[in-house]
């Protein structure tokens, strides 16, 4: 396991339930290290999403405590401070951009940190050149399509110069074009940590070194390498053959 | 779908900011719905419609948009002239028209034609986002701009959205009609439409908040006004000066012409 004390983020015996609800979250442990690039794949409401949510405070959590480099985040201005450095990438991106221009969109976290008006352009030009989306500053954001809304999503969330990037589905809705962009980038970013929750095994295996599952509200980590195998159809395959 | 019919029209009113047309619509329309005289609303009305026809609007669209308006302006003159108190003009069995309530009437048909042509023709050949900043650079409160501009962004998403539970409801072979089932069908659509609508506002403020939200809103948008700008408000400004001067009849309209 990873040391606590190189920690960005950490989790200790955090537990989550709705009022009247079933527990979602249950005693969850989880550390997150600089430099790590970490998949979590599990079934629909297994509490991914509520993870997230926990974790840059829109939930609170029923128990449990939450450190960012061991300084415990309690207050909602301990979680303020949080989301400078933690970036949440929303499942929609619908719900994230709600501005009328691109440009404006992705200025409206710099603005809200207090930068000035032409930092905040600098840093947004400059996030845009970055994802290659120069062309669509002046572009009305919802009549962007699917995946160039999530591209400026992410856009949006890079704009607040996050050290930690939590992605919450990035892949759903996506075409194939689009995924291939979408895992060039989060290659690129070498100076990112990141956990991403996806369904998608192969778009994991692309973008991060560890993929855990959750169950009973907890993540297992299992870092042991199993042999497995796969049923598979072709033409001819009744044929005695190889794959390589 | 909302259309932005106006938008691209070019002509001098979009060469005026949009501070500029905000001020001249909030200036112009105060005095109009304040002034009670026939002799200040009927030049007002000749105003708007002058002002129309320089920014060149397509008077079939600026008649679309004023039928319906006729609809609200037909229930009260259907109400107005028969129930107003004052001098009858007119018997029809047990019905009265009194010239009070004829006056009226007349009083808010031309004061309504004429805001919403001046509304058409200085607000609506710019976009949403230009009259956001616009008002928030006339100091209204961020909230209220704020407001705008999500509804803005958002009524897209929300006809959408109806779009898909309208779509859903005809794949499985709903028809329109007046039976008791079409009209919990409809209720339950736009209940379901509320509800999404509200779940939808609370991500965007989820998301909102992971941004540094903390209720102040920043605009990047900088217009500066030109001569053309503080020319057309003076001119704005003297119209309604004269308008003021008639409705207190310091002026009357003959010696004006």
Redesign the interface.
Known sequence: MHQTHSAILSLQKISFHYPNGPTVINDLDFTLNKGDRIGLTAPNGSGKSTLFHLIVGLLKTSSGRILCEDQEIIKEEDFRQLRRRVGLLFQDADDQLFFPTVLEDVAFGPLNLGKSKEEALTISHQVLQRLELVDFADRITFKLSGGEKKLVALATVLAMEPDVLLLDEPTAGLDHKTKLRLIELLNNFTDLTYLIVSHEFDFLTATTNHIYTMENGTILVDEELHIHHHEHAHRSGQQPHRHI | MLQETFISQKSLIQNLTPWTRTLAVIISSTVIALSNNLSVLLPALGTALLLVSVAGLDFRQVGRRLLVLSGFLLMIWLILPFTYQGQIVWRISFLSVSHEGLLAATRLTLKTCSMLLIFLTLISTM???DLAHALHSLKIPAKLVLLL??T???I??IEDELQTLLRAAKVRNFKPGTTLHCYRTYAYLLGMLFVRAAE?AQ??H?????????G?F?S?REYHNRSLDYGFLALVSIIAVLMTLCEWKVITLPTLF
């Open positions: 976009s949403t986002a501009l999500i803005y962004r958002y897209f998403l939808r991500r965007v989820q998301a909102m908040l992971c941004r540094g939200f903390n102040r920043h990047l």
